[in-house]
């Protein structure tokens, strides 16, 4: 799968959007960008995924720019409890269901 | 939470001793993961199951060994452990909904090997 490349942290204010970059400069054709989130002590969470369009759903909302060669993850509200580590993935349908999680963005909310 | 559960949730053990860590799900999924987490290297890939008996390793297969007798089961093994091994465990398993894979992880197995 290609690399992906995150800010190590973010920092938010409670109430107010959050854009999360993503860098994917050798994205493939084929890549799908997937984001997950991992809460503390616990294990990552789908978050959201997409191909070339722009997406939206409850928990939030995936902008990719029109060359594909990066994208945001975009928290409309930040809460409290959206303070998580962010990982921005891609992945091949042709290359099997294994994640390639990296490091990820750890998002602070402050109140 | 896709039915996922792991045991033991914690466990302390010695240097060269044998560490076997369970993961079970109850929804017949056919592909089932175990990471490591470490700080500073997030998730890494140890191996994986893409059925009963069908395994291949990931990225840090070294020092551990699995099995999958069943489709519900997945063990991960520490045929003798090492302080490097500690860490926390995650399991997972993965489906696809349209053209996503989600992963659904389970709790986590704490690990420390003294």
């Known amino acids: 799968d290609a690399k992906t490349t995150q800010p190590n942290s973010m920092e938010s204010n409670e109430e107010e959007p959050v854009h999360l970059p993503c860098n994917h400069s050798t994205i493939s054709g084929t890549d799908y960008i997937h984001w997950y989130r991992q809460l503390p002590s616990q294990g990552p969470e789908y978050v959201i995924h997409?191909?070339?369009s722009n997406v939206n759903n409850r928990m939030a909302s995936l902008a990719i720019a029109e060359d594909r060669k990066s994208s945001t993850l975009i928290l409309h509200r930040a809460t409290l409890r959206d303070a998580a580590v962010y990982y921005c993935i891609l992945r091949d349908l042709n290359s099997g269901y294994a994640l390639n999680f990296g490091k990820g963005t750890s998002l602070l909310v402050t109140p | 939470d896709a039915g996922i559960t792991q045991s033991p949730r914690h466990k302390v053990t010695e240097t060269g001793t044998p560490v076997t860590l369970r993961c079970h799900q109850t929804e017949n999924h056919r592909y089932m993961y175990w990471y490591r987490q470490d700080p500073g290297h997030g998730l890494r890939l140890i191996h994986y199951?893409?059925?009963?008996?069908?395994?291949d390793k990931g990225e840090v297969s070294d020092g551990y060994s699995v099995s999958r007798s069943k489709t519900e089961d997945f063990l991960l093994t520490l045929e003798s452990a090492t302080s490097s091994q500690t860490s926390v465990y995650f399991c997972?398993?993965?489906?696809?909904?349209?053209?996503?894979?989600?992963?659904?992880f389970g709790p986590g197995t704490r690990l420390t090997v003294t």
């Open positions: 199951s893409y059925g009963v008996k069908d395994t």
């Open positions: 997409g191909l070339t």
């Open positions: 997972a398993i993965s489906t696809t909904v349209g053209t996503a894979v989600e992963q659904y």
